[in-house]
């Protein structure tokens, strides 16, 4: 099986969270077994996506109260993205269908908004049946770990 994610105009991964964050509950959380890269202690994660801070949201650690991560859905921004998910991905996070999927990137910036990058290559993958997630690295990809979000004026 394999998965291959593709942008179609923005469409195909908004409907995972349109209603934004209720109250925590444990179908939020989401268990990284590895950790992200570089956070390896950080395994329990809460996606927060309120309406009113669209596209951005956060991932907050529930391990270490001090990390949280700005993320967007990439597809907002970047139309054309895509990428295959590796077959060990989908095996980790019990994937059996695009439906649960929700696909975000990690943004990063220095100073303003119109600054921030983010990091197409290692795209956030979870799975909302199950509660699981991923950040993965793309491998033959000419995608960069800083894409600018925005472009200069």
Same mark, same amino acid.
Request: net charge negative.
């Given at each position: 099986?394999?998965?291959?994610?593709?942008?179609?105009?923005?469409?195909?991964?908004?409907?995972?969270?349109?209603?934004?964050?209720?109250?925590?509950?444990?179908?939020?959380?989401y268990n990284f077994?590895?950790?992200?890269?570089?956070?390896?202690?950080?395994?329990?994660?809460?996606? %927060?996506?309120?309406?009113? @801070?669209?596209?951005? #949201?956060?991932? !907050?650690?529930?391990?270490?109260?001090? &990390? /949280?991560?700005?993320?967007?859905?990439?597809?907002?921004?970047?139309?054309?993205?895509?990428?295959?998910?590796?077959?060990?991905?989908?095996?980790?996070?019990?994937?059996?269908?695009?439906?649960?999927?929700?696909?975000?990137?990690?943004?990063?910036?220095?100073?303003?908004?119109?600054?921030?990058?983010?990091?197409?290559? %290692?795209?956030?993958?979870? @799975?909302?049946?199950? #509660?699981?997630? !991923?950040?993965?690295?793309?491998?033959? &990809? /000419?995608?960069?770990?800083?894409?600018?979000?925005?472009?200069?004026?």
């Amino acid at each position: 099986m394999a998965f291959l994610i593709l942008g179609l105009g923005g469409r195909e991964m908004h409907n995972q969270t349109e209603a934004g964050l209720p109250q925590m509950n444990e179908k939020l959380i989401y268990n990284f077994e590895e950790g992200l890269p570089g956070f390896a202690h950080c395994k329990r994660f809460v996606l %927060a996506e309120e309406e009113a @801070n669209k596209p951005f #949201g956060t991932l !907050k650690c529930l391990d270490s109260e001090e &990390t /949280s991560f700005v993320i967007v859905d990439p597809f907002f921004f970047f139309k054309e993205y895509e990428f295959e998910l590796p077959e060990h991905a989908i095996k980790e996070l019990q994937l059996v269908s695009s439906q649960s999927l929700i696909i975000r990137v990690i943004v990063t910036w220095r100073g303003s908004l119109s600054s921030a990058t983010v990091n197409l290559v %290692a795209p956030v993958i979870l @799975n909302a049946n199950v #509660g699981l997630g !991923k950040q993965i690295i793309l491998s033959n &990809t /000419s995608y960069t770990a800083r894409h600018r979000l925005f472009e200069p004026r």
